[in-house]
């Protein structure tokens, strides 16, 4: 009997785990002397979401190929974080990005991105000193600048695709890729929210019933600041308004501001915008940012 054959499931993507199967994988597959089709990488630290996803979905249409690093990168995280508990879900990122069509899946552990013996550290200023994210984490961006200047040149992307919902690491990766003339367009990919306007993040699974039924004040409570700015609120008053209606909701904020959007300097006027707004607050243990623009 001439019977169908069972359709191939999709070929999972090959995963690289030390620097070497990584430049073997990328320089049979897309080596930049003989092989023209180009290459984007999506760094991300697992625990994959539909944020994520559609991060890759860019990179697709952006690139030939595709790579995703995964890697919990314990240099971004400080001694009280939560480094030990960040979720970690490797066979669930695979599936996904297996049905993405994802090229590579680049997963060096923290032995290989760190050797024995490292000692070099980038210590960014300009948008990592902007008193925002650095100011509650100071470790935070030299770790991401570090991890990522070394992603950047161990897959040595054309393109890097980063999400606009962490705005200012987006800031800073692409003032390093500029400083240090590296040969790659970073691209800011806007963020995926809940239906009722959180925006996704792994770190989300914290919450608990009560905090997450809490969580989508962040978002509203940014959407009625820009709405208020847009008509011609004092940006000072609107941003009170907003920190008020947060904290009321249960969160201990570090931060509520409106800030210029591409040097992250502090605002007073939207005749000097254009304007971000950013926030990062704090419930029970989960601690979470957002932003949006003016
Ligand atoms: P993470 O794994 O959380 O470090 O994030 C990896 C990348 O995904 C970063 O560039 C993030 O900005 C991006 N990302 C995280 N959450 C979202 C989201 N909700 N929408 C779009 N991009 C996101």
Redesign the pocket.
């Known amino acids: 009997m001439a019977g169908k054959k069972a359709p191939t499931p999709p070929k999972g993507p090959r995963v690289a785990r030390t620097v070497s199967a990584l430049r073997k994988t990328l320089g049979a597959d897309v080596g930049k002397h003989t092989d023209a089709r180009t290459v984007a990488l999506?760094?991300?630290?697992?625990?994959l979401?539909a944020?994520?996803l559609?991060?890759v979905k860019l990179a697709k249409r952006r690139a030939d190929r595709v790579v995703v690093s995964i890697f919990v990168n314990p240099t971004q995280f400080g001694p009280a974080e939560d480094f030990g508990r960040y979720p970690r879900t490797w066979d669930a990122d695979l599936k996904a990005l297996a049905g993405e069509n994802v090229d590579v899946v680049w997963a060096p552990t923290a032995d290989v991105m760190y050797p024995q013996g490292f000692a070099t550290r980038l210590a960014p200023e300009g948008p990592a000193l902007a008193g925002l994210e650095d100011k509650f984490r100071p470790h935070f961006f030299g770790g991401v600048a570090t991890v990522v200047a070394k992603l950047f040149l161990q897959c040595r992307p054309d393109v890097a695709?980063?999400?606009?919902?962490?705005y200012q690491?987006?800031q800073v990766v692409t003032r390093l890729a500029r400083d240090l003339d590296l040969p790659l367009k970073v691209i800011g990919?806007?963020?995926?929210?809940e239906k009722d306007g959180l925006?996704?993040?792994?770190r989300n699974v914290y919450l608990s019933a009560q905090e997450r039924a809490a969580a989508p004040v962040l978002h509203a409570a940014l959407s009625a600041c820009a709405q208020e700015i847009r008509s011609g609120k004092i940006i000072a008053q609107a941003v009170d308004t907003a920190r008020n209606t947060i904290s009321r909701a249960g969160f201990i904020i570090d931060y509520v501001e409106a800030r210029h959007a591409a040097t992250l300097a502090p605002i007073h006027q939207q005749k000097d915008g254009p304007i971000r707004l950013l926030v990062a607050a704090k419930i029970g243990t989960t601690r979470l940012i957002d932003n949006i623009p003016v």
């Not at 999506?42 to 625990?47: H, K």
């Not at 695709?161 to 962490?166: A, L, N």
């Not at 990919?189 to 929210?193: E, L, N």
């Not at 925006?199 to 792994?202: D, F, P, Q």
């Open positions: 999506v760094p991300t630290m697992g625990a979401h944020g994520h559609a991060l695709i980063f999400g606009q919902k962490d690491q987006l990919a806007p963020t995926w929210r925006a996704l993040s792994s």
